[in-house]
């Protein structure tokens, strides 16, 4: 039985304590968009689950001998909660597909998705209580990500894996209908297991280490939250108190009123951004605007004499490696993406595999893409990545093109015919032979579903 309200004592507390107002009422065009999230990380954990990393991270589950009803993506195993959302929120970060909230630069998707849809599996929670969860979890991890401030960014912190669990446990409260002291208890739990370096950012190959970073989170969040129901407690102040999480993490760029103001007003899924691309989100803009300046056909790379790229100065310092040595590398780099962009097709995760990265020609070419400064794209960063790009031909033509908002972000989205179009190919490309579109039915129905477990049969093959 679920206990009073606790008194809201913080900003931390008073978000915990939101999801829980018997007087709230999500928005039906957010209730929509969460379904859209669903649908896109399904597709992008379905062919995230047949890629190596994702296949490793399926066999060491399966090694630990889990069993639970909880679906892996593509899989006809189930296992218990937390096992299948540290699979599957890894299948989900395992291309650079999933969704983003540049003003948090974080990837809610692929960390609350896997975890409320375990926590929700395991209890057979209706789809309507997903989709609340989902709201709840976009929204907390948002919120904290802008309270910690760029501060444990730029000191090499991931911050999708830092906020990630925290958010997850409140999320996978929300579906498992905790109790406000165990909801608090959770999101304490889960400040404890926070974590995520940088170090793929390097330049000395990336390795598979950030595709975890989402699944752990998940894991976590769902852990956190199981452990809370059973009674296990934790610190109130764990997020905004004294050596609390945005303390440890942030020091002195701590926001807390991100923590709480607007909450029921603002909705951080209305600045959602969907990729477009299997790339870093610095770099959409710039192979966008690439494709459309040359043409609907690739063009010899030996036609071009220079190309110039306007952007951030995080981007300009942390992207601009011209020799990618793996598939992440390749995904994080300016110089390897102009060539893709200018010579193939960049919507293709193939063109960011070997032997596609080892190309010769892409090489010789990506040595000679120059990086500049862009005073307009540095002043709207984070909350909106801009780029410039000048394109100088061998017969002397230079084209110029800039944006501040890629297409697949909130000011230039994503048709809903161009999402069913990401997941379809994203599940032709698995090889998983799921009924694509039963999913697509399954999910624009999800809010009048009895169970989940509806929907998650149809992802087990």
Same mark, same amino acid.
């Given at each position: 039985?679920?206990? !009073?309200?606790?008194?809201?004592?913080?900003? /931390?507390?008073?978000?915990?304590?939101?999801?829980?107002?018997?007087?709230?009422?999500?928005?039906?065009?957010?209730?929509?968009?969460?379904?859209? *999230?669903?649908?896109? #990380?399904?597709?992008?954990?379905?062919?995230?689950?047949?890629?190596?990393?994702?296949?490793?991270?399926?066999?060491?589950? *399966?090694?630990?001998?889990?069993? &639970?009803?909880?679906?892996?993506?593509?899989?006809?195993?189930? %296992?218990?909660?937390?096992?299948? @959302?540290? *699979?599957?929120?890894?299948?989900?970060?395992?291309? +650079?597909?999933?969704?983003?909230?540049?003003?948090?630069?974080?990837?809610?998707?692929?960390?609350?998705?896997? /975890?409320?849809? #375990?926590?929700?599996?395991?209890?057979?929670?209706?789809?309507?209580?997903?989709?609340?969860?989902?709201? @709840?979890?976009?929204?907390?991890?948002?919120?904290?990500?802008?309270?910690?401030?760029?501060?444990?960014?730029?000191?090499?912190?991931?911050?999708?894996?830092?906020? $990630?669990?925290?958010?997850? /446990?409140?999320?996978?409260?929300?579906?498992?209908?905790?109790?406000?002291?165990?909801?608090?208890?959770?999101?304490?739990? @889960?400040?404890?297991?926070?974590?995520?370096?940088?170090?793929?950012?390097?330049?000395?190959?990336?390795?598979?280490?950030?595709?975890?970073?989402?699944? =752990?989170?998940?894991?976590?969040?769902?852990?956190?939250? =199981?452990?809370?129901?059973?009674?296990?407690? #934790?610190?109130?102040?764990?997020?905004?108190?004294?050596?609390?999480?945005?303390?440890?993490?942030?020091?002195?760029?701590?926001?807390?009123?991100?923590?709480?103001?607007?909450? $029921?007003?603002?909705?951080?899924?209305?600045?959602?951004?969907?990729?477009?691309?299997?790339?870093?989100?610095?770099?959409?803009?710039?192979?966008?605007?690439?494709?459309?300046?040359?043409?609907?056909?690739?063009?010899?790379?030996?036609?071009?004499?220079?190309?110039?790229?306007?952007?951030?100065?995080?981007?300009?310092?942390?992207?601009?490696?011209?020799?990618?040595?793996?598939?992440?590398?390749?995904?994080?780099?300016?110089?390897?993406?102009?060539?893709?962009?200018?010579? &193939?097709?960049?919507?293709?995760?193939? !063109?960011?595999?070997?032997?596609?990265?080892?190309?010769? /020609? =892409?090489?010789?070419? #990506?040595?000679?893409? !120059?990086?500049?400064?862009?005073?307009?794209? +540095?002043? %709207?960063?984070?909350?909106?990545?801009?780029?410039?790009?000048?394109?100088?031909?061998?017969? @002397?033509?230079?084209?110029?093109?800039?944006?501040?908002?890629?297409? $697949?972000?909130?000011?230039?989205? *994503?048709?809903?015919?161009?999402?069913?179009?990401?997941?379809?190919?994203?599940?032709?490309?698995?090889?998983?032979? %799921?009924?694509?579109?039963?999913?697509? +039915?399954?999910?624009?129905?999800?809010? +009048?579903?009895?169970?989940? =477990?509806?929907?998650?049969?149809?992802?087990?093959?």
């Amino acid at each position: 039985m679920k206990s !009073e309200a606790l008194p809201s004592e913080s900003p /931390a507390l008073r978000l915990i304590e939101f999801w829980q107002s018997p007087r709230l009422a999500i928005p039906p065009a957010v209730i929509e968009r969460a379904k859209q *999230c669903l649908l896109d #990380a399904l597709g992008c954990g379905l062919f995230g689950s047949r890629q190596v990393w994702g296949e490793i991270m399926r066999d060491e589950v *399966c090694a630990d001998g889990s069993s &639970g009803p909880c679906t892996l993506l593509g899989s006809t195993t189930t %296992v218990a909660a937390p096992q299948a @959302a540290l *699979c599957n929120g890894t299948s989900m970060h395992g291309f +650079e597909l999933d969704d983003l909230l540049p003003a948090s630069i974080i990837h809610p998707g692929t960390v609350i998705i896997p /975890a409320v849809l #375990a926590a929700a599996e395991a209890s057979n929670a209706s789809g309507a209580m997903l989709l609340r969860g989902i709201v @709840a979890g976009y929204e907390s991890m948002s919120r904290l990500s802008m309270a910690l401030g760029l501060e444990p960014s730029h000191r090499g912190f991931h911050k999708t894996s830092v906020v $990630g669990p925290v958010a997850a /446990a409140i999320a996978c409260g929300v579906v498992s209908q905790l109790s406000p002291e165990q909801m608090i208890w959770a999101a304490g739990l @889960a400040c404890s297991t926070s974590s995520g370096i940088k170090s793929f950012a390097g330049g000395s190959g990336a390795g598979m280490v950030k595709r975890m970073h989402a699944g =752990r989170a998940a894991e976590a969040g769902v852990r956190m939250s =199981r452990l809370a129901q059973r009674g296990f407690s #934790a610190p109130r102040a764990a997020i905004d108190g004294h050596y609390g999480l945005l303390e440890v993490y942030a020091g002195e760029s701590v926001q807390l009123q991100h923590l709480s103001a607007g909450l $029921g007003e603002e909705w951080a899924m209305d600045g959602l951004w969907v990729k477009v691309y299997p790339i870093c989100g610095w770099i959409q803009g710039v192979v966008q605007l690439l494709t459309v300046m040359r043409g609907g056909a690739p063009v010899a790379l030996d036609r071009v004499r220079k190309v110039i790229v306007g952007t951030s100065a995080f981007a300009v310092k942390n992207n601009a490696n011209p020799a990618p040595s793996d598939t992440m590398d390749a995904q994080y780099s300016i110089p390897y993406c102009v060539a893709v962009a200018l010579s &193939g097709d960049p919507s293709d995760p193939n !063109e960011f595999c070997a032997p596609a990265i080892h190309d010769p /020609a =892409r090489r010789a070419f #990506a040595q000679h893409v !120059e990086l500049r400064l862009d005073p307009e794209s +540095e002043a %709207v960063y984070p909350a909106r990545f801009g780029s410039r790009v000048e394109l100088h031909l061998d017969n @002397a033509e230079v084209k110029h093109a800039a944006t501040l908002d890629p297409h $697949g972000t909130a000011a230039d989205p *994503c048709t809903e015919q161009e999402l069913i179009a990401k997941f379809k190919q994203l599940a032709a490309l698995s090889a998983a032979r %799921v009924p694509a579109s039963a999913v697509i +039915e399954a999910v624009s129905r999800l809010d +009048e579903a009895p169970s989940v =477990r509806d929907l998650t049969a149809l992802l087990r093959v």
